[in-house]
C-alpha cells in the first residue's frame, strides 16, 4: 500500500508544484484572490511583501489542516479552517509590523485581508482536508509561488510606469514623465486586465499552434 | 434582385433601411466639428493644429493597425477614428505635450473601442476613455492652459507642445493662463457672458467658442444626426441644478449661465454625451441620461477636488445607459405592466 | 464637510473610496457574476445587510476586545463571529421569513467570507466609529458595492449580445471595464474636502 502511494507520489511533485505556479496561476489565470492583489500593488516590494505572506499562510495553513484532517468533523470544517488562517495571518501580521514598519503602514488593513483571500480557504476546503501533508503543501507552495508571481508582475508593471522606478532605483534618467494613473486604482485593474488579455492571447497562439501540429501528423 | 429569378431571396428584418449610413452620419458629424477645428486653430495657433493632426493620425494609424491584427475588414471607411482623434485634440489643452496625446490617442482606439469589438459596441465614449485615461496619468500637462491669441503663435510651437516622448515638458510656457472655471473656482472672478460666448478665453483646444458649437451642433440636429433630447436634457438639467444652488447662494456658487458657458459644457452635451452607441434609445431614456449628467456635472464642478465635470459625468452617463434603457423600454402594446420583482 | 458627520461617512464609502473600485475589495463575485440585473440587485442587497451586521458585530467585538485587554484577537474574532452571525441570520430568515431567504438566501454563506465584509470590520476599527457612525459606514459600503454591481451587469448584459469578441465575455473586459469606471469616478475625487 505505502509503496503504491509512494510511486504514484514521485512524479506528482513537480508537476504539482508546476501545475499550480502556471497552469492553474491563481493570480492570473483563475483571477481568484484578486481583492488583496490590487489594491497593494503598485509597488514591487509591496507586491513581494504580500506575495510571500500569502504563500507561507498558504502553506502552513494547508499542512495544519492536512494533519488535523483526520480530527476535525466535517461540520465545523469551516470555522476550524477559518480560525487556523486568521492565527497565521495575525502572525504575519505582527511579524511584518515587527520587521518593516514601513512596509507595514504602506500595506494596512490588506494584510489582515489575506484571511478572506478565495486560494487560501478554498486550497484548505478542497484540497488540504483530503490528501497527505507532503502533497497538499507542495501543492500549496506551487500556488503560492504562483500568486508571489503573479503580484510581481503587477507590482513591477505598476512601478516601472507609475513612478519610473523600481524598487526605488531610478530606470529611465530624471526627466522620465510617469503615469501617474498606474499607481493608481484604474491603473490596477488595467495591469490586471492587460496581464489577463496578453496570457489568454499567449495560451490560444500556443492552443492553435500545436493543434495545426496534431492535424499534420494526422494527415 | 438575384441573378436567378426562380431563388426566392429571405431576409431577415429590419427590411426598411434609413437613408443615414453610418458613413453619412459620421461624415457630416466631422464636417460640422472642421469650422470648431479651424476657429481652434485662429485661437491657439500651430500648437493647436499639431496637436489635431497627431491625434487625428494616430487614431487612425492604430485603428487600422487593430483591424489588421484582429483579422477584420478596415473600418477606416465610417470615419469613426478620425472623429475619436478630432474631438480628443478638441478637449486637450492647446498646448498638451504632443506624446501624451498620442498615449491618449492610443488608449482611445484600442482600450475604449477594439477591445468591445469596434464601433457600436462599445461601452463608453472612445474619446472620454482617452481623455480619462490622459486626465489620470498626467494631470499636471493636462491642466496647464495657454491664452488664446498670443503672439507669435502662427510661428512657433508652444514650449510643451515638442516634448521627447515619454519625458516631462522641460518649462511650462511664460503665457499660461487659468481657464474661466479655475478663475471662478479659486480666485472668484467671474469672467464675462460675452467673452465666454465668443470663445476668446483660456480653454481645452476646441471648447472655448460656445457660438461657434451651438452652430455647428444646431446644424446636426437639424438633419437629424444627433438627437436633440440629449443636448436639451444635458444643459436644462445643468442650468436648472446650478440655479437651485445660485438661489441658495448666489455669492459661493456661480450663476447658472456661467455654468452654461464656461467649461466644456456645451462641447460635451452635443458632440460627445450624444454619441448613438453609448447612450440610452427610448426618448424617455435620453431625457433620465441628459438630466442626470447635466446634474452631475454641476456637482463634480461645485464640490469635487476637478475643476471641469463634464468628462467625468459623460462617462457616468455611458455607464448607467444600459440600465436607463431596460428600465425606460415602453410597455409592448397591450401587455400588461409586469410587476417589478427584484 | 465634518469629517465625523455621517453623510460624509456615507458618501465616502459609497463614492469617493468605493469599496470595489478604489480598493478593490469584493472583486470575485462580480468578475464570477453573469451579467444579470435581478442578480446584481439581489446581490447588492445581501452585501447591504450582511454589512450592516457585520458592522454591529464589529462594534460589539470592539467593546469586548477593549474591556479584556485582547485587542491581538481582534481578526479572529471578526472572522469567526461574522460567519456566526451570518449563519445564524440565515437560519432565522429561513424561519421567520421565508420569502426574503428565498431572495437573499443563496449568496449569503458566499458573502461571509467576502473581504469587503471583513475590510468594512477592520476600517471601522481602525477609523475608530462610534455604533451610529459604522452603520452609516456599513450603509455607504453596501450602497456603493450594489451600485458598483448593478452598474458593471447592465453593461455585461450589453457586452454579451451576440457579436462582441470573446473578449467581451472574458474576466479580462469586466476588469477593464470596471478600470474605466474607476478612472469615471475619479471625478468625486476630494468631495466634500
Known sequence: MSTVTNTAAAPYSLATLLNGMWKENPGLVIALGMCPTLAVTNSFVNALTMGLATLFVLVVSSAVVSLLRSFVPTQVHLVTHLVIIATLVTIVDIAIGAISPQVYRALGVFIQLIVVNCIILGHAQGYASKSTVYRSALNASGTGLGFTLALLCLGGVREVLGTGEFMGAPLFGERFEPWAVMALPPGGFFVLGGWLLAISWWKRRTGKKSAGVEQKQAA | ?342 | MNSDSLTFIFLNACIMNNFVLSMFLGICPFIGMQGNLKTAVRMGMTVTFVMVIASICATAVNLLLAYLHLEYLRLICFVCVIAGAVQLVEMLLKKKSPALHGALGIYLPLIATNSAILALALFQSLNQYSFIQGLAYALGAGAGFSLVLVIIAGLRERLALPGAPDVGRSAALSLIVAGILSLAFMGFAGVGY
Request: some cysteine; aromatic content about 10%.
Open chain 2, 1 to 342: 434582385m438575384s441573378a436567378n429569378p426562380h431563388i426566392l431571396e429571405l431576409r431577415t428584418s429590419p427590411h426598411v433601411h434609413g437613408p443615414n449610413s453610418v458613413q453619412t452620419i459620421m461624415s457630416n458629424v466631422m464636417f460640422a466639428l472642421l469650422p470648431i477645428a479651424a476657429f481652434a486653430v485662429f485661437l491657439f495657433g500651430i500648437s493647436a493644429l499639431a496637436l489635431i493632426c497627431t491625434t487625428t493620425t494616430v487614431c487612425v494609424v492604430t485603428e487600422s493597425l487593430v483591424c489588421k491584427l484582429s483579422k477584420k475588414e478596415s473600418t477606416l471607411g465610417d470615419y469613426s477614428a478620425a472623429i475619436t482623434g478630432l474631438l480628443l485634440a478638441l478637449t486637450l489643452p492647446p498646448g498638451m505635450p504632443l506624446w501624451m496625446a498620442a498615449v491618449g490617442s492610443v488608449v482611445s482606439v484600442c482600450v475604449g473601442k477594439a477591445l468591445f469589438g469596434g464601433l457600436g459596441q462599445n461601452a463608453f465614449n472612445p474619446v472620454l476613455v482617452g481623455l480619462a485615461f490622459i486626465h489620470a496619468a498626467f494631470p499636471i500637462e493636462v491642466s496647464s492652459w495657454t491664452l488664446p491669441l498670443a503672439e507669435g503663435r502662427f510661428t512657433s510651437f508652444m514650449g510643451t507642445t515638442l516634448t521627447v516622448p515619454f519625458l516631462s515638458p522641460a518649462a511650462f510656457d511664460g503665457i499660461t493662463g487659468a481657464t474661466p472655471l479655475a478663475l471662478q473656482k479659486f480666485e472668484h472672478v467671474t469672467t464675462g457672458l460675452g467673452e465666454l460666448f465668443l470663445g476668446t478665453t483660456a480653454g481645452c483646444t476646441g471648447e472655448t467658442s460656445d457660438a461657434l458649437i451651438l452652430l455647428c451642433g444646431a446644424y446636426l440636429i437639424a438633419r437629424k444626426f444627433i438627437n436633440w433630447r440629449i443636448p436639451a436634457s444635458t444643459l436644462g438639467s445643468a442650468f436648472l441644478t446650478s440655479l437651485v444652488f445660485y438661489a441658495a447662494d448666489p455669492e459661493k456658487y456661480p450663476s447658472p449661465f456661467f455654468t452654461l458657458f464656461a467649461g466644456g459644457l456645451i462641447l460635451g452635451a452635443i458632440f460627445l454625451a450624444s454619441d448613438m452607441v453609448t447612450s440610452p434609445v427610448t426618448p424617455l431614456g435620453m431625457w433620465v441620461y441628459g438630466g442626470l449628467i447635466g446634474f452631475l456635472t454641476v456637482i463634480i464642478r461645485l464640490f469635487s477636488g476637478q475643476l471641469e465635470g463634464v468628462m467625468y459625468a459623460i462617462l457616468l452617463g455611458n455607464a448607467v445607459s444600459p440600465i436607463i434603457d431596460s428600465l425606460t423600454q415602453p410597455r409592448i402594446f397591450g401587455a400588461r405592466r409586469a410587476k417589478a420583482k427584484l
